[in-house]
């Protein structure tokens, strides 16, 4: 368990609300009512793949460099940031509840 920063993909989408998307990480994605929810929202999930990553044993995925990502119209690339050391403990701490 460690500490990772990967590269997200926003796109803009109606009414000022984001998609989130970490295309190093399959199946991790998010999105946000705004650009500092999809931020948050965006450290979670992230936090959430690879703990579930790292349970189960599997290779964590190489991290892009944002000069890497294909992006679309209006996309644009923001390095989000986790640990899955401190993430395990809030894990542990709510199945403790």
């Not at 992006?71 to 640990?83: H, M, N, P």
Request: aromatic share 12%; proline share 4%.
């Amino acid at each position: 368990m460690a500490k990772y920063r990967y590269p997200a993909i926003f796109t803009p989408e109606e009414k000022g609300r984001y998609s989130v998307n970490f295309p190093d990480i399959d199946g991790c994605y998010t999105c946000g009512d705004n650009l500092e929810d999809a931020i948050m929202m965006a450290e979670d999930v992230l936090a959430f793949c690879l703990y579930d990553e790292e349970e189960a044993g599997s290779k964590i995925p190489r991290a892009s460099r944002a000069e890497e990502v294909v992006l679309g119209k209006r996309e644009f690339v923001k390095y989000i940031s986790c640990d899955t050391i401190w993430y395990k403990k809030m894990h542990e701490k709510v199945m403790a509840l």
